[in-house]
């Protein structure tokens, strides 16, 4: 009976069961239906509610993955093609999910349609007041998740499309088929993400129609796979990011074939789509194998850090003229200098048209101070529009950010800002909080990088090794008060007073670590060089950076913080990337 279910429901989803046939009868386990059995372990850990979430697999694979994501991630080593998966991926909480499809489907389908109530369901919509000058059709509408994992972000599409065509009477038997045949779109690297993704819409769909399966419907996900066909050479490296050169169909000789996966896959990678929602792939560019840098450094020369900047980009070229390019990602490329092309292309050609800063505690499982997202929408060719932005910052670093959400939307303590305004700070940062008097301040007052010569400082490779709070060290072994590099050298001490940033602090203060450089560094400059000889290092990374301005006299301050508070630090520190400082001339330090 098991078997006769298993190759019954191959007929229906041959994408998530595969037909058993008398000798792979072999490879089931004997007890696959005792009570001892991983199944069955399975079951009871569930809870009835959560039993009865199609999601539920999907959250599974999240947790049966994070091992193997750890493991890649601890290794400290370029990742191959197939660990980019493992290492990039950074699941969203429901609250977000919510967020950026309610303000992308549900703004879309709320400018076609002022009148509707579909907004009442949306919790995490926020009202504005733009118009459409065409109606779109319920069928017409397209949504895509260019890394859609195991469709989180796609099944409560699903929900509000479902709520969309109920409001326009559509027959309730035919809405799940039209929604997996007409809107929903998705693709991913990772095979058994595509695949969950696939089992979660038809589930979806059997939860809505209890007769669906009797329908010859099929999800339109892909897992991205090379066909053997030169225009998708590398796609499991590059993903979604790579286009298609060529409008011909995979035809190789008498061994042509154009399987429904190939031309959904070549339709989606050249389309464009009215809303394109994602939380995409996080990892730096020198984490990541040269094939995939030199794709990014050719193709997206104004995002090229990180493959989630890079992801912003290439959504916009898949987003529709008007239409809504959504994402979860980290919350620094709204500021600092590294993503100011980015800032100034989007700028230049679209509008925000709906951003939350959440800042701290984004993402509850990861329990990181480093992980602090924004969550954004931009509308693509509207350039110049007023746009609505909520900072979540302002609430305690561990607290709870839904509710945060909540209750600034509810006090309206939304900013109304136009994206043009951004341009006015040198570098284009999206400080929506900043007041128009502030934005004069930088055009008429002189810029520090005309007053001071501000620097990264060293990073060791090592702070267990290298690092220590100054009262593990005894007195005598640390050294004060050196002037230069020579000094400390000539001192014969090992430890040195170290700027490595810390809590928020004005003025003066934060103090508390030294660092091992005695004789000029010599222990962390031979452990870089043999890190950088195992391939444990990148070359950029391979001895300490800026060290002429060690032990001089300047200023310092907090990279990771909230608010800016500049530090005193007299002669003889050195610092890091947490502490990084300026160096003005000595009459201009306390004036």
Same mark, same amino acid.
């Given at each position: ?33 005792? @009570? ?10 569930? @809870? ?49 999910? $919510? ?23 949306? $919790? ?243 329990? @990181? ?172 990374? @391979? ?49």
């Amino acid at each position: 009976l098991f078997i006769a279910t298993c190759n019954n429901y191959s007929r229906l989803m041959p994408f998530m069961f595969e037909a058993i046939s008398d000798y792979t009868e072999l490879l089931l386990p004997e007890d696959m239906l005792s @009570s001892n059995s991983i199944r069955s372990k399975v079951v009871e850990a569930m @809870s009835s509610e959560d039993s009865k979430d199609v999601e539920i697999i999907g959250w599974l694979y999240q947790f049966y993955i994070n091992e193997k994501k750890d493991e890649v991630i601890q290794a400290k080593k370029k990742y191959k093609t197939s660990e980019i998966p493992f290492a990039s991926q950074l699941f969203t909480p429901d609250w977000l999910v $919510q967020y950026i499809t309610d303000n992308t489907l549900g703004q879309l389908w709320m400018e076609n349609n002022p009148n509707s109530s579909l907004k009442e369901s949306m $919790q995490y919509y926020v009202a504005r007041d733009t118009l459409s000058d065409k109606k779109l059709l319920p069928e017409e509408i397209k949504v895509f998740d260019p890394c859609c994992g195991s469709g989180h972000t796609l099944t409560y599409a699903f929900d509000l499309l479902t709520a969309i065509y109920e409001e326009e009477g559509y027959n309730k038997s035919e809405i799940p088929s039209l929604i997996l045949q007409n809107n929903l779109f998705g693709c991913d690297i990772d095979k058994r993400a595509s695949v969950l993704a696939n089992f979660a819409l038809t589930m979806k769909a059997r939860q809505y129609h209890k007769r669906f399966f009797k329908k010859d419907v099929k999800p339109n996900i892909v897992e991205l796979e090379d066909y053997g066909s030169d225009e998708f050479v590398g796609i499991k490296n590059f993903g979604s990011l790579l286009v298609p050169y060529s409008s011909a169909s995979f035809d190789d000789g008498i061994f042509g074939q154009s399987t429904r996966e190939y031309d959904i896959q070549k339709k989606i990678l050249s389309s464009e789509f009215h809303c394109v929602v994602t939380n995409p792939p996080y990892k730096a560019k020198g984490d990541l194998n040269k094939e995939l840098q030199k794709y990014m450094e050719k193709n997206y020369p104004n995002s090229k850090a990180d493959l989630f900047s890079v992801f912003i980009e290439r959504c916009l070229e898949l987003t529709k003229s008007n239409g809504f390019s959504s994402m979860v990602t980290m919350q620094g490329w709204l500021f600092i200098d590294t993503y100011k092309d980015l800032r100034k292309f989007i700028l230049d050609n679209h509008s925000f048209d709906n951003l939350i800063q959440i800042g701290f505690n984004s993402f509850p499982e990861l329990n @990181s101070k480093f992980a602090l997202a924004a969550s954004f929408i931009i509308q693509k060719n509207q350039k110049g529009k007023i746009g609505s932005f909520i900072s979540l910052n302002n609430a305690p670093k561990n607290a709870n950010k839904e509710q945060v959400f909540f209750n600034q939307k509810e006090s309206n303590s939304i900013f109304k800002v136009n994206s043009e305004s951004f341009k006015s700070i040198d570098g284009n940062p999206i400080s929506f909080e900043a007041s128009g008097d502030l934005r004069k301040v930088f055009k008429i007052s002189k810029k520090l990088k005309n007053e001071a010569e501000p620097r990264v400082g060293l990073q060791t490779g090592s702070n267990d090794d290298f690092v220590r709070f100054w009262y593990e060290i005894s007195s005598e072994l640390i050294g004060l008060n050196c002037h230069t590099i020579e000094e400390s050298v000539t001192s014969k001490k090992k430890w040195f007073p170290y700027n490595k940033g810390g809590g928020f602090r004005k003025w003066y203060g934060n103090q508390l670590f030294v660092v091992d450089w005695e004789n000029d560094g010599f222990n962390i400059r031979q452990d870089k060089l043999d890190k950088l000889e195992r391939g444990l290092c990148l070359p950029g990374n @391979s001895k300490p950076k800026n060290t002429q301005y060690y032990f001089r006299e300047g200023i310092t301050w907090s990279l990771i913080g909230l608010t800016f508070g500049p530090r005193y630090t007299p002669v003889g520190s050195l610092f890091d990337v947490g502490g990084s400082s300026a160096f003005p001339e000595k009459n201009k330090i306390l004036n």
